[in-house]
């Protein structure tokens, strides 16, 4: 029996930083036009964003991008609600501009969530198993940022944007999970032993946001990993997000790092990471580089191997064009995917199968101004991505990370954790 698009509704709604943002909710009617399921996306906001993804909202903000989904609604009510591809290539004609600059790319994200969220609830199953099958068993390793810097905190916390952990030995998501929290209590400890006048503020991720520079809270990070990794029985390695376009001079051609006075230029910037990857043990470092750099990212890959993940976000934008380039030139190993830096569930998908079928590991990922939403979580396990970048604590970041645990419960001895080599 077929099943059907019924109503479309978009609603103005919170995030995480108290900014409006885009809800959208889908039934699914059967031949007779009765309503057998309903799907509701929220998209999140980033704070660094990069120049290549999608626009967000249109110039006139989030309430032309309801007004508009109001008025494509008609349009997509009784379409095949499985016809997924279909659906986004006509999401993106409506729209009719390549950065979805009309519509809105949270909305049409939203909405396409949304169809497939509604598709899943039709048939009765969750939504990791309507997009992977029986095959989707696999769990991803939490990335946790557990002290901030950059745009995500205040002007006295480091330059680097994310400190983060990965509990690369954990067998079960739910020791995962419980590792990236005691990382975080681990160093709020450490950091008040440094600095007395703490008092506990965080970042936009709810990652710790101390008065420390880069080396003080990357040694804390490494420490804490260490601590934890002693405590549990099972590694948890350091890892960083350095946002490096957020910190480029484009007129001197250096990246810049005003808590600590000194500016480097790509050379030196290649010198100072791979030292950092040596001294502390590093397993993942994303953006090392500014957007449009492949050079460098090739670099860098090239000198670390298969031994560290490089992770492009700001590089790739979970575009598949640039994933291409990016594999021709052997820049980086590692892809950072947003869905609403593309528009689409199809797109999304296209560039997640594109990396892994290159030998890229694959992250999903949240975004610093976030929901509740918990979608990405049934992306990672339906779309087979190795590692969720989604927050160690705070109720947006939580509402994957349980989501995760539920998951695995529900698969059973079925349940495995992602391969990340």
Not at 119 to 141: C, D, F, Q, V, W
Not at 210 to 221: G, R
Not at 388 to 411: D, F
Request: net charge neutral.
């Amino acid at each position: 029996m077929d099943i059907f698009i019924g109503g479309v509704k978009a609603r103005k709604i919170l995030d995480s930083r108290g900014n409006p943002t885009i809800e959208v909710e889908v039934t699914a009617l059967n031949e007779k036009g009765d309503i057998v399921g309903v799907g509701k996306a929220a998209a999140p906001s980033g704070a660094s964003t990069g120049k290549h993804e999608v626009v967000a909202f249109p110039k006139e903000g989030v309430d032309f991008s309801v007004k508009k989904i109001a008025g494509i609604s008609s349009k997509l009510r009784g379409l095949k609600i499985e016809a997924q591809n279909e659906i986004d290539s006509l999401l993106r004609r409506l729209d009719g501009s390549s950065k979805l600059e009309n519509i809105g790319g949270n909305a049409v994200v939203a909405t396409s969530l949304a169809i497939a969220k509604a598709a899943a609830s039709a048939k009765g199953m969750p939504l990791y198993r309507h997009l992977g099958g029986e095959k989707a068993t696999r769990l991803p390793y939490p990335l946790g940022n557990v002290l901030g810097g950059g745009a995500h905190a205040g002007r006295m916390a480091p330059d680097i944007q994310e400190f983060l952990s990965i509990p690369v030995g954990a067998k079960k998501f739910f020791d995962a999970a419980f590792a990236n929290s005691m990382v975080h209590k681990k160093v709020r400890a450490l950091i008040e032993a440094v600095d007395r006048t703490f008092t506990g503020g965080k970042g936009d991720e709810g990652a710790w946001a101390p008065n420390l520079n880069n080396t003080q809270a990357l040694e804390i990070v490494a420490n804490a990993c260490e601590s934890a990794s002693d405590e549990l029985g099972f590694e948890v390695r350091p890892a960083l997000d350095f946002a490096s376009s957020g910190m480029y001079d484009e007129k001197t051609g250096k990246y810049v790092y005003e808590r600590e006075g000194k500016s480097l230029d790509p050379g030196e910037q290649l010198e100072f990471i791979l030292d950092l990857i040596k001294t502390y043990h590093l397993f993942y470092v994303e953006d090392p580089f500014r957007e449009d750099d492949f050079e460098s990212f090739a670099e860098l890959t090239k000198k670390v191997g298969k031994k560290v993940l490089i992770c492009g976000d700001d590089l790739f934008v979970t575009n598949v064009e640039r994933i291409k380039k990016g594999i021709a030139m052997g820049a980086a190993n590692a892809v950072l995917i947003k869905p609403n830096q593309v528009g689409t569930l199809s797109e999304t998908k296209a560039a997640v199968e594109l990396a892994k079928g290159n030998g890229y590991i694959t992250t999903m990922s949240h975004r610093s101004g976030e929901t509740p939403d918990e979608t990405i979580a049934h992306l990672a396990v339906g779309l087979g991505c190795p590692i969720i970048k989604t927050g160690a604590v705070g109720g947006e970041r939580v509402a994957k990370l349980n989501e995760l645990i539920r998951i695995e419960e529900e698969l059973g001895k079925k349940a495995m954790m992602g391969e990340l080599r």
